[in-house]
T-cell receptor, first 114, second 111 residues
Framework: GDSVTQMEGPVTLSEEAFLTINCTYT??????LFWYVQYPGEGLQLLLK?????DKGSNKGFEATYRKETTSFHLEKGSVQVSDSAVYFC?????????????FGQGTILTVHP | EPEVTQTPSHQVTQMGQEVILRCVPI?????FYWYRQILGQKVEFLVS????????KSEIFDDQFSVERPDGSNFTLKIRSTKLEDSAMYFC?????????FGPGTRLLVL
């Protein structure tokens, strides 16, 4: 079945550091890929998405490129801020095998210190 | 900006009691979903709903769970006889196509 694997957390960085959160996936079809963010005490917010190979999703300084050859969708940001502290979830939608279901990774906790 | 809303934000119930979690999806969306997140664990898919019927459900979504769209705006999840292991955050989501937008969640605690 479909699965998403994220790098183990938690990740702790200083403000203005470079961020990478790794995400790899397995899917039987041609999935769309998403990053969601969960700020403390809040729900899941869509951060960015990519729907086909080589697409780059971007939002709020975050980027991720859909790499079909390595089945990856790593999240990056050049300079993190304290306000980026949150839990980040990689997810896939495999429209070819299931109708609407998002499969999530385990989430990566990011803490950014001043 | 339109958003998915959920009520209540928190619910405490006794084991064996019925609970109904409510959601108001984004108004022009046609696909609706419930997920749950047990504390410290992954977000897990429960059920998807389209055209007034369940389109897919997970193995978690057994006979004690049901969903309903009782009117043109609400989407509900009912748990008939709650168990301790049903304690979790329950998220509703809706979509027009494949991108799902989530509500803030209902934290359910079963004692």
């Amino acid at each position: 079945g479909d699965s998403v694997t994220q790098m183990e957390g938690p990740v702790t960085l200083s403000e203005e550091a470079f961020l990478t959160i790794n995400c790899t996936y397995t899917a039987t079809g041609y999935p769309s890929l998403f990053w969601y963010v969960q700020y403390p005490g809040e729900g899941l917010q869509l951060l960015l998405k990519a729907t086909k190979a080589d697409d780059k999703g971007s939002n709020k300084g975050f980027e991720a490129t859909y790499r079909k050859e390595t089945t990856s969708f790593h999240l990056e940001k050049g300079s993190v801020q304290v306000s980026d502290s949150a839990v980040y979830f990689c997810a896939l939608y495999d429209g070819g095998t299931s109708y609407g279901k998002l499969t999530f990774g385990q989430g990566t906790i990011l803490t950014v210190h001043p | 900006e339109p958003e998915v809303t959920q009520t209540p934000s928190h619910q405490v119930t006794q084991m064996g009691q019925e609970v109904i979690l409510r959601c108001v999806p984004i108004s022009n969306h046609l696909y609706f979903y419930w997920y749950r997140q047990i504390l410290g664990q992954k977000v897990e898919f429960l059920v998807s709903f389209y055209n007034n019927e369940i389109s897919e459900k997970s193995e978690i979504f057994d006979d004690q769970f049901s969903v309903e769209r009782p009117d043109g705006s609400n989407f509900t999840l009912k748990i008939r006889s709650t168990k301790l292991e049903d304690s979790a955050m329950y998220f509703c989501a809706s979509s027009e196509l494949e991108t799902q937008y989530f509500g803030p969640g209902t934290r359910l605690l079963v004692l």
